[in-house]
């Protein structure tokens, strides 16, 4: 049984919408959590009709990096105020990541995030497995019993964390190749980055700040490039940041290896730099740190070209406590679910380097063939799952953080102006949301 199946709302009509923003507004008919019917007649039956007005319709986001914080800092984001952010971010699905407390690297701990996003009904909600027991790096969790698990696991990361030790990361992507699992690095030698609080470089040295280097970053991926090769494994390389590691996956790419590597940029790294840390304001603490202009340069048009195949938020909620500090205190991490359409479209679209069909490569279809979803990122076409995302292209809207549907408030964004705003969201052919608002009711089994 899919979520949205219990849907008290099983035809809905999309009434002049444009899909991936071309050609002439169309009426698209939704029923049974597929695309029926594009062109439907105005008499025809439904029980919802949302106006589109030209809207631009795409292939719902996937995002295959998200912190939910449930179980154990429900004070910074719970699966369910997760899982608002996400519908209102224009997602169909997300991927929790696994460094919660406890630390999912258990069939009980995955099980127990995969059941509460399927009670909620808004947003599929794939948990990650860890790689390793407690994140601690040095023993393979247990990633079979995770896979075969009710959540079927197939991400794997200690994302947070590094799986710095060679062999482990050898022996993680052998084991996951054997059932179509990918490993997903957050890719940061932990010796070159001890007490790290910023970007190595200028801004660094003026603010006092130890540097974070980007030779951290490229030097594991790199090495698990390798190492993906040599198992025939899957890699995905998390938060790519800077211009290097743009550039060695554009190489390594254009060669013939076998493996699979795959990598995401978070939208902060395309459009923040650390011109921004002149204030110490911790809200732009995020690791890996706030680059460049030419990294941030670099990131886009290697998103553009396809060298880095998605967008993936890293939304990382922390409580007021956690970020409302000194920096050398503060945690790392922002907000991003309800804010990554509008800085994509700011970045990558109003400057022309992706159309429509390219943003919803990145945001959509990529990550879900990454993740192995068979129903998301699917086209806008006729017997499709209804999957779908409802952009108004011509508003835009100014962030507050008191707004955003997390619980915390830890947003880079705060007063800046964006593109976009998600009009409607089906999840299965369900509106989970609607006029920009949530659709709550009927949500649950
Ligand atoms: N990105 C961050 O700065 N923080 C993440 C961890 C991570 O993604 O590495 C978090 O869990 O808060
Ligand atoms: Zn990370
Ligand atoms: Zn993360």
């Not at 959509?364 to 006729?382: C, F, K, M, N, W």
Request: glycine residues 10%.
């Amino acid at each position: 049984m899919t979520q949205g199946e219990n849907a008290p709302a099983s035809r809905v009509l999309l009434k002049d919408v444009r899909p991936y923003g071309e050609g002439e507004p169309v009426d698209l008919l939704v029923a049974d959590g597929r695309i029926a019917e594009i062109g439907a007649g105005p008499d025809v039956e439904v029980d919802e009709v949302v106006h589109g007005e030209g809207a631009v319709l795409l292939p719902g986001f996937v995002d295959l990096h998200t912190h939910l914080r449930e179980p154990g800092r429900e004070d910074a984001e719970t699966v369910e105020s997760g899982a608002v952010a996400a519908a209102l971010g224009g997602y169909t699905a997300v991927f929790a990541m696994a460094n919660t407390d406890p630390v999912a690297d258990n069939a009980v701990v995955v099980e127990h995030v995969w059941r509460r996003g399927r009670e909620l009904g808004l947003v599929d909600v794939h948990p990650v497995g860890a790689v390793t027991v407690g994140l601690r790096g040095t023993q393979l969790a247990e990633l079979g019993t995770m896979a075969r698990s009710a959540a079927r696991v197939r991400v794997f990361s200690d994302d947070g964390h590094c799986v710095d030790d060679p062999l482990v990361m050898r022996r993680a992507l052998e084991y996951t190749s054997a059932f179509g699992g990918v490993v997903a690095q957050h890719a940061e030698d932990p010796r070159l980055t001890v007490r790290a609080q910023a970007h190595e470089g200028a801004n660094a040295a003026r603010l006092g700040l130890t540097g974070w280097p980007a030779p951290a970053e490229e030097s594991i991926v790199a090495r698990d490039c390798m190492l993906a090769a040599h198992t025939a494994g899957a890699l995905h390389v998390c938060h790519a940041s800077s211009s290097g590691t743009a550039d060695f996956l554009r190489w390594w790419k254009a060669g013939d290896h076998a493996g699979t590597v795959s990598a995401e940029v978070t939208p902060h790294h395309l459009l923040l730099t650390d011109e921004l840390l002149a204030g110490y304001d911790p809200v732009h603490k995020v690791n890996p740190p706030l680059r460049t202009d030419d990294d941030v340069h670099a990131l886009r048009g290697a998103l553009a070209e396809g060298t880095l195949d998605c967008v993936a938020t890293d939304h990382a909620p922390h409580a007021e406590q956690d970020k409302d500090c000194e920096w050398s205190a503060a945690r790392p991490g922002m907000l991003g679910l309800q804010t990554a359409l509008g800085v994509v479209l700011r970045t990558m679209v109003e400057p022309g380097l992706l159309d429509w069909r390219g943003l919803a490569r990145v945001m959509s279809e990529r990550p879900a063939r990454i993740a192995g979803l068979t129903d998301q990122g699917r086209p806008v076409a006729e017997g499709e799952p209804a999957n779908l995302v409802l952009v108004d292209d011509e508003h835009r809207w100014t962030v507050r953080a008191a707004e955003l549907a997390s619980i915390a408030t830890n947003t880079p964004y705060e007063g800046m102006e964006l593109p976009g705003r998600v009009r409607a969201t089906l999840s299965h052919g369900r509106l989970t949301v609607r006029d920009g608002v949530v659709a709550r009711e009927g949500a649950g089994h």
